[in-house]
């Protein structure tokens, strides 16, 4: 089976900097990756997505790096802002589209 | 831009009650999945469904889950006697294509059991 973690539980940063969260995971075979964003209350949000065939994606202030040899994923976030607080979950699909796995979270806190 | 929606965002039952968690997927999609967050845990997979059958079911879908899509645009998933542990968040995702597809996810029903 595909078991996901997390390497921080909490990352606080200063507002404007960037934040780099790290995700690792066990299953070399696993095709798809995506990062959710969770704030209180809420369901989780996507965020940004990449396949096993790139190893780098860029969204609006955001990126997403795969290393398949390490099998790590993290997600960068530019010039953090209040509004990004909230939970960063990683996500693996399984190949069948059937499910997500996620990882254990990783909160968020941009400090003023 | 289309959602998911859940209804209620909050119910309260008695153990041992019945209770049906209903979501409204976005229209077009035709992948519907369930999952759970127990507070302060991990997002965990329980059902995914698609053309009236299900898909795939995780070790927590148990006897007591079931899920139906009663009609063209509900997605309900029904808890036939609750227990203390099914407490959780539960959230409604659906998608349009096979596999490799973004879920988008609800905002979830918070469920406590009493």
């Known amino acids: 089976g595909e078991s996901v973690g997390l390497h921080l539980p909490t990352l606080s940063v200063q507002e404007g900097d960037n934040s780099i969260i790290n995700c690792a995971y066990s299953?070399?075979?696993?095709?798809?990756f995506i990062w959710y964003k969770q704030e209180s209350g809420k369901g989780p949000q996507f965020i940004i997505d990449i396949r096993s065939n790139m190893d780098k994606r860029q969204g609006q202030r955001v990126t997403v790096l795969l290393n398949k040899t390490v099998k790590h994923l993290s997600l960068q976030i530019a010039a953090t802002q209040p509004g990004d607080s909230a939970v960063y979950f990683c996500?693996?699909?399984?190949?069948?589209?059937?499910?997500?796995?996620f990882g254990g979270g990783t909160r968020l806190m941009v400090k003023p | 831009e289309p959602e998911v929606t859940q209804t209620p965002s909050h119910q309260v039952t008695q153990m041992g009650q019945e209770v049906i968690l209903r979501c409204v997927p976005i229209s077009n999609h035709l992948y519907f999945y369930w999952y759970r967050q127990i507070l302060g845990q991990k997002v965990e997979f329980l059902v995914s469904?698609?053309?009236?059958?299900?898909?795939?079911k995780s070790e927590i879908f148990d006897d007591q889950f079931s899920v139906e899509r009663p009609d063209g645009s509900n997605f309900t998933l029904k808890i036939r006697s609750t227990k203390l542990e099914d407490s959780a968040m539960y959230f409604c995702?659906?998608?349009?294509?096979?596999?490799?597809?973004?879920?988008?996810f609800g905002p979830g029903t918070r469920l406590l059991v009493l």
């Open positions: 299953n070399s075979a696993s095709d798809y």
């Open positions: 469904f698609y053309n009236n059958e299900i898909s795939e």
């Open positions: 996500a693996i699909g399984d190949n069948a589209g059937n499910m997500l796995t």
């Open positions: 995702a659906s998608k349009k294509l096979a596999s490799q597809e973004t879920q988008y």
